[in-house]
Antibody, heavy 120, light 107 residues
Framework: EVQLVESGGGLVQPGGSLRLSCAASGFTFTTYWMSWVRQSPGKGLEWVANIKEDGSEKYYVDSVKGRFTISRDNAKNSLFLQMNSLRAEDTAVYYC?????????????WGQGTLVTVSS | DIQMTQSPSSLSASVGDRVTISCRASQSIYNYLNWYQQKPGKAPKFLIYVASTLQSEVPSRFSGSGSGTDFTLTISSLQPDDFATYYCQQSYSTPPTFGQGTKVEIK
């Protein structure tokens, strides 16, 4: 069974940093692109970043470029999102998601999400 | 970036009704269109990919159609479990972008 379990969310002050983790199990982690998607309270879904199977390609939404870094540790079946210079508008539930095999960008499996609140 | 526009933003329907949700892309995305269902407090659930292919274990009352810029999600006979918010998403180009969502409520 595919499982994605996010952790690392919490309350942080504006300008602060946070590192999210996603522990993956139930599939061969090294054969999938992985993504982070966020959802602000009461709002819609926004794709944040994704990373290729071997970590050699990474892409970001414009609003987080230069502040967020996606990475993965294939030996530990883990995905990460390092978030720096956090702003109030980064407040959201952050989901880890896995592509459907062979369909890049089609997000076939999602974790339960972790809440990040940026507030003083 | 490709803009995705859903209509309506919300709708009220009864159990057994046929429901149709539209999704329009700002440029052609061929058939790189996915649909998700989300219930309050839960993660999105993957329903349909490449416009019309049902993910495994998704009930056959759900169907998708369209290509180019115009797409449709249809629920042939609305069931109590289907009351939720539905999102379309294009995976043709980076960044992948979502529609604003359509909330299906009980009439």
């Amino acid at each position: 069974e595919v499982q994605l379990v996010e952790s690392g969310g919490g309350l942080v002050q504006p300008g602060g940093s946070l590192r999210l983790s996603c522990a993956a199990s139930g599939f061969t982690f090294t054969t999938y692109w992985m993504s982070w998607v966020r959802q602000s309270p009461g709002k819609g879904l926004e794709w944040v970043a994704n990373i290729k199977e071997d970590g050699s390609e990474k892409y970001y939404v414009d609003s987080v470029k230069g502040r967020f870094t996606i990475s993965r540790d294939n030996a530990k079946n883990s995905l990460f999102l390092q978030m720096n210079s956090l702003r109030a508008e980064d407040t959201a539930v952050y989901y880890c998601a896995r592509d459907k095999f062979g369909y890049r960008g089609a997000l076939g499996y999602w974790g339960q999400g972790t809440l990040v609140t940026v507030s003083s | 970036d490709i803009q995705m526009t859903q209509s309506p933003s919300s709708l009220s329907a009864s159990v057994g009704d046929r429901v149709t949700i539209s999704c329009r892309a700002s440029q052609s995305i061929y058939n790189y269109l996915n649909w998700y269902q989300q219930k309050p407090g839960k993660a999105p659930k993957f329903l349909i990919y490449v416009a019309s292919t049902l993910q495994s274990e998704v009930p056959s009352r759900f169907s998708g159609s369209g290509s180019g810029t115009d797409f449709t999600l249809t629920i042939s006979s609305l069931q109590p479990d289907d009351f939720a918010t539905y999102y379309c998403q294009q995976s043709y180009s980076t960044p992948p972008t979502f529609g604003q969502g359509t909330k299906v409520e009980i009439k």
